[in-house]
């Protein structure tokens, strides 16, 4: 093939493919400027001086929609907004870490000197377990009875977690009910904690105060997993004792009410919707149903203790659950 001939074949095969191939790329080319012009256009416009403005009045305006956003209602995530509760007198609830239904009215009339004797080793071990623990306590704080509180609630709220926890975990691996047993601990840890969310309004603790919570919770969870692990009936029987002295403790503090060593201040916004309190409740109202509550988690824990020491299981005797 000669040079002429073989010049001739390329311009035929370049002349048919330019149609074919060319045109395609530059009309792809051409709309891919025409959408990225206005992004450009934009960028351009919002660093540059307009007319009729100037780039602080821009930075204002973008601050101002940026503030409309967030004054809007945050949806939660299948997009429905959640909804507006009220209390009872048609007032806005504005309690996030409870609900209108999980309020209720302390009963105070439950017996607040009730004592479990000990009866055979294991009680007397846990009873000897908590009488050591309450003497480094009670030399600690003395009469400060608010720090006192703060830090038996952060404690006495770490039972029924680790208990309602096993629990849940061993109904399933044996793929049966509890018997209402693992809601009732679980009740009980939070009501504690609501104790503690109490406290917490009326006094903040000082940082060696929450160094030692820190401390004590940590060896107290692992201990109490373990004495749970070991010994259901024990742990119950430990936790039934413990909530003794916490009736105790609380006693002691509506002595100090009365007699004028602590100042009687009004009820915290919180315990008077929780607890549906009157609202010109104080703090010795206050006191009166956390003790009530502390005597129905010792109920509730020698309860447990017992059915366990006649050789039952927790799911054989239905809990008692619906106080809190």
């Keep these: ?28 080319t051409t709309q891919t400027f025409a959408r990225l012009r206005p992004a450009f256009a934009i960028r351009n416009l919002s660093t540059s001086v307009s007319p009729n403005g100037s780039p602080k009045d821009e930075k204002n305006n973008s601050i101002s929609s940026d503030k409309s956003q967030n004054d ?11 909804a507006k509760l009220t209390k009872e007198d048609g007032s806005a609830w504005k309690w996030n870490c409870f609900r209108p239904w999980e309020t209720y009215t302390a009963d105070v009339s439950i017996h ?18 908590v009488q050591a623990l309450k003497y480094p306590t009670h030399l600690f704080f003395q009469r400060r009875h608010m720090c006192h509180a703060m830090l038996l609630e952060t404690v006495a709220a770490v039972p029924g977690m680790v208990g ?5 975990c061993k109904s399933l691996r044996r793929f049966e009910h509890s018997g209402g047993w693992i809601k009732a601990l679980l009740e009980e840890a939070e009501n504690e904690r609501m104790h503690l969310m109490t406290f917490i309004e009326l006094a903040k603790p000082a940082w060696y105060e929450r160094a030692l919570v820190f401390a004590v919770q940590g060896v107290f969870f692992n201990a109490y997993f373990l004495a749970y692990l ?5 742990a119950h029987r430990i936790v039934g004792y413990l ?21 009687n201040v009004p009820a915290p916004a919180i315990a008077i919707d929780y607890w549906r309190l009157p609202p010109d409740s104080t703090l010795r ?5 956390i003790r009530a509550d502390e005597a129905h988690h010792r109920d509730l824990n020698h309860y447990a203790s017992d059915i366990q020491c006649q050789g039952h299981e927790l799911k054989d005797a239905p809990a008692p659950i619906g106080y809190h």
């Design 164 to 168: 309602g926890m096993l629990l849940h």
């Design 243 to 263: 909530e003794e002295e916490a009736v105790i403790s609380y006693s002691e503090f509506l002595k100090d009410l009365d007699n004028g060593s602590f100042e």
């Design 72 to 82: 809007k209602i945050i949806p939660s995530y299948w997009g429905v907004a959640p």
């Design 112 to 129: 607040v000197t009730k004592h479990h004797k000990p009866e055979n080793f294991r009680d007397k071990f846990a009873y000897w377990t």
């Design 230 to 234: 070991a010994s259901p009936k024990l």
């Design 1 to 28: 093939m000669s040079h002429h001939t073989a010049a001739k074949l390329s311009r035929s095969i370049i002349s048919r493919l330019g149609t074919r191939g060319f045109s395609v790329n530059i009309s792809e």
């Design 285 to 289: 109202d206050v006191v009166v149903v």
